[in-house]
């Protein structure tokens, strides 16, 4: 199956109205709602996480190697354009975005699994995210082209990820450990409050971006969606393989399905000069796995509700 664009329009010229205040406004936004998720995580609940470390194994397993295995093996059957296999391979090299923690809430999953597992992503990511971008982005040949202009620095995606996922994580799990009623309090009011601003920042970005969106998103619409849906599969199906129990099932489906849309395009400026396809493709995905994670997490968790 061939994606086929019009020849008469050069993809990568495309210039994505994202400026560097604007990613980094979408990321303390995603930082905010790491922050409150973490408020509501006690250290004794890594304490038996940690008993059974299959989960976390399971979770590694599913979002760093078989999530970008498997959009490789996508990538040759689909063959799209280059700039968009490679943003399809940011995209599954990324750790997962913060937002999973609260769609695992709201999914009935196990919240301290999530938690966990975007805390050891980000660690892991430092070396897993170009490692896994380079490797595979190298044996195809279209975005081998791409990746032979460019390098990540590891430094730099150690600031970003740090400063991103690490840090609201360290901090939003003292203030719960050291100050428990302080804690309960500031994620009321945190949750809601942050959930808010981060939708409104992805309208406020696709409104400054209509027209670009309006005259390309159909280049980019069925992979998103192909994609997004394939890694939420892919995350249940191996966590049922494993044998775990529904709600460690749906956490590990969240974990890949969810990835750090805004990183990747944080990277996608940084490193690739905004490449038109590459920014297109993750822009979209920020804005898809919002909408598909609600609609997934809302489902599950009336069925919970319900049994």
């Not at 020849?7 to 406004?25: A, M, Q, R, V, Y």
């Not at 159909?218 to 998103?224: A, G, M, Q």
Request: contains cysteine.
């Amino acid at each position: 199956m061939l994606l086929k664009t019009n020849p008469t329009i050069n993809i990568d010229d495309i210039k994505i109205n994202f400026d560097s205040e604007g990613l980094w406004l979408l990321n303390i936004a995603i930082a905010i709602i790491m922050f409150g998720v973490a408020l509501g995580i006690k250290i004794d609940d890594f304490k038996r996480l940690f008993k059974n470390p299959k989960i976390v194994f399971v979770g590694v397993l599913s979002q760093f190697i078989l999530l970008p295995a498997a959009t490789f093996l996508a990538i040759l059957i689909i063959q799209p354009h280059p700039s968009f296999a490679l943003g399809m391979m940011m995209i599954a090299a990324c750790p997962g975005g913060n937002v999973s923690n609260f769609f695992s809430k709201m999914a009935g999953g196990n919240a301290a699994l999530s938690v966990s597992l975007t805390a050891f992503a980000t660690l892991i990511c430092i070396f897993m995210t170009p490692i896994n971008l380079h490797f595979w982005g190298s044996l195809y040949e279209p975005t081998n082209a791409i990746l032979k202009t460019v390098e990540l620095n590891p430094f730099e995606l150690f600031k970003l990820v740090s400063l991103i996922l690490g840090i609201p994580l360290i901090v939003g799990m003292l203030i719960k450990h050291y100050h428990n009623e302080m804690a309960e309090k500031i994620e009321k009011v945190l949750k809601p409050l942050s959930m808010t601003v981060f939708i409104l920042l992805i309208v406020i970005a696709f409104s400054q971006n209509l027209d670009i969106f309006t005259n390309h998103i159909h280049h980019v619409l069925f992979l998103v969606i192909f994609h997004n849906i394939f890694a939420y599969i892919l995350g249940f199906s191996t966590a049922k393989i494993f044998r775990l129990n529904k709600a460690d099932s749906k956490t590990i489906a969240i974990e890949t399905g969810i990835q750090n849309g805004g990183l990747g395009l944080l990277l996608i400026f940084g490193f690739f000069e905004g490449l038109g396809g590459m920014a297109l493709l993750a822009a979209f995905w920020g804005i898809w796995d919002v909408f598909s994670g609600m609609v997934l997490a809302t489902y599950w968790g009336r069925k919970s509700s319900k049994q």
